[in-house]
């Protein structure tokens, strides 16, 4: 007989069909000797045998297609995480990643933003839109809700807006920085297709985007150090860290955080002398 250890694929199937209510696949009217789907319901909904499906279930016979993989945990109508977990037991691997546009932030993640006072943060989608930020952020790197809803791109702001150019101490090391970095996060969340536009656009406004971009290169985002020449309050500088949001694949958070307490009295000064009509929080 098999067991959990040596069969957990089986197992977890098993497990995951008979948590399944019946009523809601419209299967009523028949009497059950076990909780959930059946067998033959499940092989039915992935369009696969039901004697197939069974010895899955009992760990007879070799791995399943990804294709197949794909199916059964569309019939089990599991959530994500749940059907990575699936290809994971059955392949070894994490099914390939399909790209979703992102949805926003909730609120909850926006109240993080807001609790680090004197940390500027900002959370950007794999496409690297930002999409929230905090008030730090807003006095520090670039009031974001000034600015039109398609400006609000690292990219664009980076390649595109004078001023946040000035403002980068080492500018071409940055864009270097921020352009393979951008490629490695885009091609990660299956988005090469999405930034299609983006990049065509980049590449005709920008020169120096497109020879960047011709370079190829990738790299993590990970953490470094950022000095930023502030119009009002001079040089600032700040260690930066990225944080890929647990359960949101498709968004990021990068938190700065002043380097001495002189920066981070800088920063302090910027949040008490300006109040920015335009800053907005998420709701």
């Not at 399909?98 to 926006?110: C, D, F, I, W």
């Not at 390649?159 to 885009?186: K, Y």
């Not at 920066?263 to 009509?277: C, F, G, H, M, N």
């Amino acid at each position: 007989m098999s067991t959990t250890t040596d069969n957990s694929l089986g197992t977890y199937l098993k497990d995951r069909r008979t948590k399944l209510d019946p009523a809601a696949f419209g299967l009523v009217g028949t009497r059950r000797r076990t909780p959930g789907l059946r067998r033959e319901e499940v092989a039915q909904r992935a369009n696969v045998s039901a004697t197939w499906y069974t010895w899955l279930e009992q760990g007879r016979g070799g791995a399943p297609s990804a294709d197949v993989v794909d199916r059964i945990a569309h019939a089990l109508m599991l959530t994500d995480v749940e059907r990575e977990h699936v290809f994971l037991l059955a392949l070894g691997r994490p099914p390939k990643v399909r790209y979703q546009a992102p949805e926003g932030v909730t609120p909850r993640l926006q109240r993080i933003l807001d609790a680090l006072e004197l940390s500027p943060a900002i959370i950007k989608t794999s496409t690297w839109d930002i999409v929230a930020w905090n008030r730090a952020a807003t006095v520090v790197l670039a009031d974001y809700a000034a600015l039109p809803v398609e400006q609000r791109n690292v990219l664009r702001l980076l390649f595109g807006n004078p001023h946040i150019r000035e403002r980068q101490l080492h500018w071409e090391s940055i864009a270097r920085f921020v352009v393979a970095a951008f490629r490695a996060d885009a091609a990660r969340a299956g988005a090469s297709k999405e930034v299609e536009a983006l990049i065509d656009e980049m590449s005709r406004n920008s020169p120096e985007f497109a020879k960047m971009w011709s370079d190829h290169d990738v790299c993590h985002y990970g953490e470094g150090i950022k000095q930023l020449r502030h119009p009002e309050v001079g040089m600032i500088a700040m260690e930066f860290s990225s944080f890929v949001v647990d359960g949101r694949s498709d968004l990021s958070m990068v938190v700065h955080n002043p380097v001495t307490p002189e920066d981070a009295d800088k920063v302090r000064q910027l949040i008490e002398s300006q109040v920015p009509a335009s800053y907005e929080k998420v709701d």
